[in-house]
Structure formats: structure tokens, C-alpha cells
């Protein structure tokens, strides 16, 4: 059996044609010698369209060693707005794993390229000579990418060879998508008019249906009144209407040939530092060669000549429309469904549950220890401390138990703990995990049927809803902080300091409230004030640290005396409050008595110079008398009489 080798493929993105075409090609060479494919979507460096399309680039520091075995990075896309001295630094910081460029010549690197000004040249050259065009616009790129330079020089060399020539105004910048060729063109119709060419050319096939689709919804026809071109013949190119015509670059074949030559070097052979590819322009419906009553699947060559096409994917794309509405309503469902504050431990026990349902049959979620606040860069700081949040894989039975502790590792050593996703030779695609300007770690998994646009999408919704779930769970642990120290606080400032007990403050709050609960349950009790005896002899003879003592003592002779629910708190140097709820006169005597046996037992057992006593004045509270400090005074009141008494007493002795 062949080494399963684990390729990785850079590219901008895995939601467009010419990266599933790619892919493709990839793929059918992996699948013939048992490699493993992992696919980093990295987006296009310092684009200027997407303002957090930066953090895409998180991804590229997954690739290393430990990850990947041999490289593939289709630097036809990344070289749009970065020079190529920046370009060619950016690709050898992967040496030495072995690597091949896709796209564009990089020196010192494997390149496999398109034969790009060939195909181009006769397109153009077709459209002169037998379309009769004279009047052409251009759909170019803004940036500095090099196919689109050579394509562009091809296109206007065969307007010079042909004594043509092209006005500036003439020339659109998109950047390689539909939607600005769509928006060039509406410029440009409100600064010179309705677009009066023969025919438009674009650089790519995804900006050429653009440029159909403004026309079509001006009423102008295609190719009757302007005929469009594009360049790269994804599979899409002969299934609109019209079908368009384009130049084939070959994109599947160009993914073959640069997993095949990775392979060989990884096998320790050699290959050519520049493998060309060759390009054809391939004539359809867009531009009149295939009759519009004729089956948009019909391709030509320049020469008029039939060209093959794969009939299975004809098949298909009869039904992909209704295919991929149902996917898209799915995702949709899952985006409502997901719309609820949840903690990371509720989202962790759902998560599996939510991806299976996208036809994935392995995945795992790693969640950096420490989120990352980011501005732009240029190479992402892969933090050495990560957790598996989740994972299962259904080709070998395997699912992480939702109750169960988190496996941490470092990625800058592996990807993923060994083990968490069997190699089966199949692909896998890498998203960073990341919303605005936060990274949360990414996301593995081996895609199913969906549409690979629809799982970009959807890569984009689970980022958000583990984005949502983080914070929540952040400000949830923020406010339990806040109320513990918030409890903290409180408790501190209504504690004395030296007994433990409600001071002033927390006696006066807890005792009111005390006193309204029971007589809201219609129950009643006694505000009873504490004075100690002879505490100002205790501090005199003995010293005031014999007196703290002797109040701590007390403290703790009212709390052994009195019930854990009653309320005791100490409300002046040596005065005490006490409430008491649902109790009565005669279990109030009781009371008393129990006070008196145990300072007498701790007078006899303390080993102290001193003895302690105290004086008790009570007042039973009700609907009609129910003010905490009113009562206070009114048992104060009774309190001296008890002093006054105890006195009297001790005299008559």
C-alpha cells in the first residue's frame, strides 16, 4: 500500500468554483494513492473588501510539519494585492516541507500553471475574426495578481494584432467575484450610459455571469446585442443560460498534476520547476457559436469542433437547484434555532447533535484556553494552550461525551490530539473559529454533500453561535464574580469586626425585614436590647483588651443562647439587639434563664479575673408597633428597669 501522506491545500477560499474544481482534481489523485487532504481556506492577503477577512489567515498557522506532510497553495489568488517578493516569503516560511506552487511561476518552488496567454489570445482572436467585434470592454482586477496580468496582456495583444485598441474607461476593475463585476458595470452605466460594446470580456467566469446578469436585467441580449467571454470553464459555465463561453484553464488537471508532483517529491523523486497546463477557449451560447434553441451543454472549440463534457454532472445539475435550496433551508433553520443565550457547556451538549445534521460524519472543535484579540496580521501568534470542545467521528464509532473534562494539547505541535479523527484517506477542511476581531480556535471536519459554499456559510454561523455562547458564558462568570464580591462586600459591612455578629447597620436591614416577614405570615415575637454589666469596671481594672474579651465572651453566650434563625447582631460597645419570631412570654422566661446558667458556667470554667452578665429589656412587636428602631428604645426603656432592679438587689445584699 502507498504512504498515506496528509497534504494541505491553501487556498482563498473553498465557497467558489475554481476552489472545488481544484479540489477536485486534488482529490481524485489523493483517492488514488490513499493520501489525506486538508484544506485551509486562508483568504486573499491585505484585501481590501472584506474587513475581517484577515482572520481567515489564522488557518495558514495550522500548517507545519506536525500537521502536514507536503503543501499545495494556489498562489494565483493570494498574489492580488501583495507584491511577489511578499508572496514568495509568505510561501518558503513553509520550508522545508516540500511545496508547490498552483498558478503562478514562484522561483525555487514546483509550479504548476496555466499556459494562461494561449487561451486567452484565441478567445479574443475568435471574437475579432468571426463574431466581427471591434468595440470590446475588459473586466479586469484591481491588485497586483499575476494571471490576471498575463491574461490581460494576452487580451491586448490580440486587439494590436488586429489594429484594435481599447479606451481606458473601458477597462473595469472587479476583484475576481460576480458581485463587483455587477457593480463596475452599474459605475460605469451611471457616469457614460447603457454599455453600448459588442462584447465584454472577463477574467474570470464568476465576474462573466455578472456582466450576463446586468445585461439580462437591461433587456440586453446575449449574445444578439453583446456577447460575454470569461476565463476558467468552472462546471457552471455550461449550465447557465446562455451557456458561457470561456477559456478552460484546465483547473481540475492543474489540482492533479500539483498533488501528483507532491507526491513524487514526498516519495523521493524530483520534478520540472514549471509544469504547464494548457488553456483553450471553448465556444458556447454567450457568444452566439452554440444556437440558443441547441442544449446549453454543447461546448465547441474555437475551430468549431465538439468537446466532450461529463455527462453525470449534466444529470445532476438538473435537480442541484432544488438540492441546494433544501441545504439552504436548513442552514437557515439552524441560524433561528441557535438564536438563544447559551452557556459553552449547553451549546457542547448539542454541538455533535448540530453538525451530524449537516451531513459531516467526523468533526472536532478546538477553543483556545485564552480567546485572541487581534488587529490585522500577517501571521497569526498560534497560542500553545487549546482544548477540544467537541468531537466524534461515525466512520469509527468515536464521540466525545459532552460531561466529560476537556483533553487539552498545544497546536503548535498537532492539529488535534492523536487519535480524535481517523485518516481515511478523505478530505478534511480546517475553518478558524473567529467573529470581528476575535479568534476562538477553528473548527476540522469531513464534509459531506452540501454544496461547499453552503458549508462556508454554515462554518460561518457555528462560528457565531460559539462566539455567542463564549461571551455569554464570559459575562455570565463576570456577574457571579461581581455578586460574590458584591456578597463579600455586603457581608463585610454589616459584620462586626470583633464578634462576628450583624453590626449596627446589618442588624438594623436584617431585623426590619425580619420583623415584616413574620407579621406577613402573621406571626409575631420580641425585640429584645442586651446591655452588658459592668463592663466599664472590666476595662478599668483589668485593661480594655480584658473587656474586648469579655464582649466576644457575651457574643458568644447570646449566640448559644438563642435560635441559628433568630437575629443577633451587636449595636454599640457592650449593647446587643436580638429579634426573635414566634416566641412568647413564658418561652422568653426561658430564655432568660438559660442566658443566666451560661455565664454562670463560664465565669466558673473561663480562667478569667472577670465575671460576665448581661441586662435584657424585651417588647413583643406587632401590626400596630412595628418599627425596629421604636421598639429598640421601648425594650432600652424596660432594659434600666432591669438594671435598676439587679441594682437594688445587690445593694439589699
Not at 459555465?237 to 483547473?251: D, K
Not at 406577613?520 to 485593661?543: E, P, R, S
Amino acid at each position: 500500500m502507498a504512504n498515506r501522506f496528509r497534504l494541505g491545500l491553501l487556498i482563498h477560499d473553498y465557497g467558489n468554483e475554481f476552489s472545488q474544481e481544484l479540489e477536485a482534481g486534488i482529490m481524485a489523485f489523493c483517492q488514488h494513492v490513499n493520501c489525506t487532504l486538508y484544506v485551509f481556506p486562508i483568504g486573499e492577503r491585505h484585501s481590501p473588501y472584506a474587513i475581517y477577512d484577515y482572520q481567515k489567515r489564522a488557518g495558514a498557522a495550522l500548517v507545519n510539519a506536525n500537521s502536514v506532510d507536503g503543501i499545495l497553495i494556489a498562489t494565483g489568488t493570494q498574489g492580488n494585492f501583495i507584491t511577489k517578493d511578499e508572496l514568495v516569503a509568505f510561501i518558503k516560511s513553509y520550508y522545508p516541507i516540500p511545496t508547490i506552487s498552483i498558478g503562478d511561476v514562484i522561483p525555487g518552488i514546483p509550479s504548476v500553471v496555466p499556459d494562461t496567454g494561449n487561451g486567452m489570445y484565441d478567445m479574443v482572436q475568435h471574437l475579432i475574426q468571426k463574431h466581427k467585434c471591434k468595440h470590446f470592454a475588459l473586466i479586469s482586477v484591481e491588485g497586483q495578481s499575476a494571471v490576471a496580468q498575463i491574461r490581460t496582456e494576452a487580451f491586448m495583444k490580440a486587439l494590436k494584432d488586429n489594429n484594435l485598441t481599447i479606451e481606458d474607461k473601458d477597462i473595469l476593475h472587479g476583484h475576481f467575484t460576480y458581485s463587483s463585476a455587477m457593480l463596475e458595470l452599474e459605475k460605469y452605466e451611471k457616469q457614460y450610459g447603457v454599455p453600448e460594446f459588442d462584447a465584454i470580456v472577463a477574467l474570470n467566469d464568476e465576474m462573466a455571469f455578472g456582466c450576463i446578469d446586468f445585461l439580462t436585467q437591461r433587456h440586453i441580449s446575449v449574445p444578439d446585442q453583446v456577447i460575454v467571454a470569461g476565463y476558467d470553464d468552472t462546471e457552471r459555465a455550461s449550465h447557465t443560460t446562455p451557456s458561457l463561453s470561456t477559456v478552460s484553464q484546465s483547473i481540475y488537471l492543474q489540482g492533479y498534476a500539483a498533488a501528483e508532483s507532491v507526491y513524487s517529491i514526498l516519495a523521493g523523486g524530483s520534478v520540472p520547476d514549471v509544469m504547464p497546463v494548457p488553456t483553450n477557449a471553448v465556444c458556447r451560447q454567450s457568444c452566439g457559436c452554440v444556437p440558443p434553441l441547441e442544449t446549453s451543454f454543447a461546448t465547441l472549440s474555437v475551430s468549431g469542433e465538439p468537446v466532450e463534457r461529463n455527462r453525470l454532472r449534466r444529470i445532476n445539475s438538473i435537480s442541484e437547484w432544488a438540492e441546494k435550496k433544501n441545504q439552504i433551508i436548513s442552514i437557515v433553520s439552524y441560524q433561528n434555532d441557535t438564536q438563544l443565550e447559551m452557556t459553552l457547556d449547553d451549546l457542547r451538549k448539542r454541538m455533535n447533535r448540530d453538525i451530524r445534521g449537516f451531513e459531516i460524519s467526523g468533526a472536532a472543535i478546538v477553543l483556545y484556553k485564552e480567546a485572541v484579540e487581534t488587529e490585522e496580521f500577517e501571521y497569526f501568534p498560534l497560542p500553545s494552550k487549546a482544548y477540544v470542545f467537541t468531537a466524534f467521528d461515525d466512520t469509527v464509532g468515536m464521540e466525545m461525551n459532552p460531561e466529560s473534562k476537556y483533553i487539552e494539547f498545544n497546536p503548535q505541535d498537532e492539529i488535534l490530539p492523536y487519535g480524535m479523527l481517523s485518516d481515511t484517506g478523505e478530505r478534511k477542511y480546517v475553518f478558524p473559529i473567529y467573529h470581528c476581531s476575535v479568534q476562538y480556535g477553528y473548527m476540522i471536519f469531513r464534509p459531506g454533500n452540501f454544496d461547499s459554499t453552503l458549508y462556508t456559510i454554515l462554518c460561518t454561523s457555528f462560528s457565531s453561535v460559539i462566539a455567542a455562547s463564549y461571551s455569554y458564558t464570559q459575562a455570565l462568570l463576570e456577574r457571579q464574580k461581581l455578586t460574590r464580591n458584591n456578597s463579600e462586600l455586603l457581608h463585610i459591612s454589616h459584620t462586626d469586626e470583633m464578634t462576628g455578629l450583624l453590626n449596627r447597620r446589618g442588624y438594623m436591614q436584617h431585623g426590619q425585614q425580619t420583623i415584616m416577614m413574620s407579621l406577613d405570615m402573621n406571626q409575631t415575637g420580641f425585640v429584645v436590647f442586651g446591655d452588658m454589666d459592668g463592663l466599664k469596671k472590666i476595662n478599668d481594672t483589668w485593661g480594655h483588651d480584658a473587656g474586648d474579651r469579655a464582649i466576644r465572651a457575651e457574643a458568644k453566650i447570646l449566640q448559644k443562647t438563642f435560635r441559628a434563625t433568630d437575629v443577633i447582631g451587636r449595636i454599640g460597645g457592650d449593647e446587643f439587639g436580638i429579634i426573635t419570631v414566634g416566641m412568647d412570654t413564658k418561652s422568653f422566661s426561658r430564655i432568660k434563664t438559660r442566658l443566666k446558667k451560661f455565664c454562670k458556667e463560664y465565669n466558673e470554667s473561663s480562667g478569667e479575673p472577670f465575671q460576665i452578665s448581661i441586662s435584657l429589656g424585651a417588647v413583643q412587636y406587632s401590626h400596630e408597633n412595628d418599627n425596629l428602631m421604636v421598639l429598640l428604645n421601648e425594650a432600652d426603656s424596660l432594659l434600666y428597669v432591669e438594671k435598676r432592679r439587679k441594682k437594688a438587689k445587690a445593694v439589699a445584699k
